[in-house]
């Protein structure tokens, strides 16, 4: 039977049930389903790499600016790199997020000179994204395609030495302002590499923060699996890059992507944005969609795994968040 991307993914708690995994019992962190309750205004945060952080950082520091606090949604849902805005903006104000990251030192840009924008990829991120493009391409659906990435990348830690776990746990942390999940409804998504199935972790998950965080952006670029307990985790965009359709019930919808609203994906297989909007507007929702303006896209480069980005992505995101707050006041409030 075909499974579709949108299949509904477990929510952790620390009483779930363990359950088997290659013929041993391996505890996990979650595999219950718990129902939430709609509310008024919900904002996604898309993934998209360093470059996508900084940007949409910069685009709520910017909508923040012009009167429009987005921050205060009643629920918000980060995947990859947007699990650490959704972390980052429940702590700490806009205008500090924004002014931390025009203040870090400026780092040379990687890759060598490009007939694209100037640079391509090069080292790991080309890998990855050779890797993974075959995975999509021999898969049958989005679930074999996650079940793929979950075994590729189980293969690749089982050959490593262990430290890459640490190391992106610190980086993590360093990252967050503070290490306590907020009160109000954050969703962290990511995806079980054993079983390619979603996870989504919240307050109520018994997950550290930065566990979350690290799992949902385990992204592969030079990160392994991560691990909570026995369980080992990729990054929440092998569901959907924005995750979006998790907000059905809530009344506003605001999703800010980095990628643009693109899938690598087949289109059949429903992962793109316009899907995931399609079904919220089918629910009753009003969606309204952020995406890079030109001067954002000029200021990504060819790869949004490079640091060196994001001061431009994340002023071009200020600019672009003043620009829109006016049309997207009446929508939000």
Same mark, same amino acid.
């Given at each position: 039977?075909?499974?579709?991307?949108?299949? @509904?993914?477990?929510?952790?708690?620390?009483?779930?049930?363990?359950?088997?995994?290659?013929?041993? =019992?391996?505890?996990?962190?979650?595999?219950?389903?718990?129902?939430?309750?709609?509310?008024?205004?919900?904002?996604?945060? $898309?993934?998209?790499?360093?470059?996508?952080?900084?940007?949409?950082?910069?685009?709520?520091?910017?909508?923040?600016?012009?009167?429009? !606090?987005? @921050?205060?949604?009643?629920?918000?849902?980060?995947?990859?790199?947007?699990?650490?805005?959704?972390?980052?903006?429940?702590?700490?104000?806009?205008?500090?997020?924004?002014?931390?990251?025009?203040?870090?030192?400026?780092?040379?840009?990687?890759?060598?000179? $490009?007939? =694209?924008?100037?640079?391509?990829?090069? +080292?790991?991120?080309?890998?990855?994204?050779?890797?993974?493009? $075959?995975?999509?391409? @021999?898969?049958?659906?989005?679930?074999?395609?996650?079940?793929?990435?979950?075994?590729?990348?189980?293969?690749?830690?089982?050959?490593?030495?262990?430290?890459?776990?640490?190391?992106?746990?610190?980086?993590?942390?360093?990252?967050?302002?503070?290490?306590?999940?907020?009160?109000?409804?954050?969703?962290?998504?990511?995806?079980?590499?054993?079983?390619?199935?979603?996870?989504?972790? =919240?307050?109520?998950?018994?997950?550290?923060?930065? !566990?979350?965080?690290?799992?949902?952006?385990?992204?592969?670029?030079?990160?392994?699996?991560?691990?909570?307990?026995?369980?080992?985790?990729?990054?929440?965009?092998?569901?959907?890059?924005?995750?979006?359709?998790?907000?059905?019930?809530?009344?506003?919808?605001?999703?800010?992507?980095?990628?643009?609203?693109?899938?690598?994906?087949?289109? !059949?297989?429903?992962?793109?944005?316009?899907?995931?909007? !399609?079904?919220?507007?089918?629910?009753?929702?009003?969606?309204?969609?952020?995406?890079?303006?030109?001067?954002?896209?000029?200021?990504?480069?060819?790869?949004?795994?490079?640091?060196?980005?994001?001061?431009?992505?994340?002023?071009? +995101?200020?600019?672009?968040?003043?620009?829109?707050?006016?049309?997207?006041?009446?929508?939000?409030?």
């Amino acid at each position: 039977m075909n499974t579709t991307p949108s299949s @509904t993914p477990h929510f952790t708690s620390p009483t779930a049930s363990d359950r088997p995994r290659s013929g041993q =019992d391996q505890p996990q962190a979650g595999a219950v389903r718990r129902p939430r309750a709609a509310g008024e205004r919900a904002l996604v945060l $898309g993934g998209g790499g360093s470059a996508g952080n900084a940007w949409s950082i910069g685009v709520i520091a910017g909508l923040f600016d012009a009167g429009l !606090d987005v @921050t205060e949604a009643d629920l918000i849902i980060g995947t990859s790199a947007g699990s650490t805005a959704a972390a980052q903006i429940t702590s700490a104000t806009p205008a500090e997020l924004l002014a931390s990251i025009l203040a870090a030192a400026p780092r040379q840009r990687t890759g060598p000179a $490009g007939s =694209d924008s100037g640079r391509v990829p090069i +080292g790991p991120a080309a890998d990855h994204m050779e890797r993974t493009s $075959g995975i999509i391409a @021999t898969a049958e659906d989005a679930a074999d395609m996650r079940r793929r990435m979950g075994a590729a990348a189980l293969e690749m830690d089982a050959a490593s030495d262990g430290s890459g776990q640490t190391r992106w746990r610190a980086t993590v942390a360093a990252r967050l302002p503070s290490q306590r999940w907020p009160e109000r409804t954050v969703l962290i998504v990511a995806v079980d590499a054993h079983t390619g199935e979603p996870v989504v972790f =919240d307050r109520h998950s018994g997950v550290d923060l930065a !566990d979350a965080v690290a799992a949902s952006s385990a992204n592969g670029f030079g990160v392994p699996p991560y691990g909570i307990g026995d369980s080992r985790y990729i990054d929440g965009g092998y569901r959907r890059n924005e995750n979006a359709d998790l907000a059905a019930g809530y009344g506003r919808v605001l999703v800010l992507s980095p990628l643009g609203g693109r899938t690598r994906h087949p289109l !059949d297989w429903g992962m793109q944005l316009a899907a995931q909007a !399609d079904e919220l507007r089918a629910g009753g929702s009003r969606v309204e969609t952020i995406l890079p303006d030109s001067d954002s896209r000029d200021a990504f480069g060819s790869n949004l795994m490079d640091p060196s980005t994001r001061p431009p992505a994340a002023r071009a +995101g200020y600019n672009q968040g003043r620009a829109l707050a006016g049309q997207l006041t009446e929508f939000w409030r």
